[in-house]
């Protein structure tokens, strides 16, 4: 395996700031040469997400398509490991029931993962269901709290992709809390 890797404050985020990349021009800065399990795909698709090119595109596009096709499954995504510290994560908040962490390949200065400890399910947001209204209102709650905590209350953006034409990549529900650059809108 070959690994190179830089910090995102070292280099991304004042990029980012001063407006000279936008999301999809961030560089690829982690490249894993290892044969990758249908688990793992939810660090592919970040990979890809570091080009904007059609070809990039439509990789990103088949391997949310790919884990869309397992995500009935039942088998355990990525962030189980990090629920169970089986991989590290850059956790900023934990309660019983969310756990939020930073997001291996940010698209802004300030980008965090919230998930439920339990999935229950919700494996996406169509999947919800009436007994998951009090967990859905939690972290929505919960985003909050955190955006306040990383001091981005001013303004931020909070993103559910909801399966494969959302481009979603991991199949356990997840918010993305998303700030610290001007934000363009429309969203891609
Ligand atoms: P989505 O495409 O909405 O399913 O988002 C999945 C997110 O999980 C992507 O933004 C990835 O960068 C992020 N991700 C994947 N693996 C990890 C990991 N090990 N640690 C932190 N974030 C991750």
Known sequence: MAALSFPFSSIQAPLLRAGKWSCSQIPRTRMNLKPLGLSQ???LAPIRRGFSSPRALADEEAAAKAAAAVAETGAPTIFDKIIKKEI???IVYEDAKVLAFRDINPQAPVHILLIP???DGLTQLSKAEPRHAEIL???LYTAKVVAEGEGISEGYRIV???GPSACQSVYHLHL???GGRQM???AG
Do not use: D, L, S, V
């Open 41 to 43: 795909i939810g660090i």
């Open 176 to 178: 993305h809390i998303i």
């Open 160 to 162: 559910i992709n909801n």
């Open 184 to 186: 363009k809108w429309p």
């Open 88 to 90: 590290p994560a850059t």
């Open 117 to 119: 400890k339990i999935r």
């Open 137 to 139: 209102g939690h972290m």
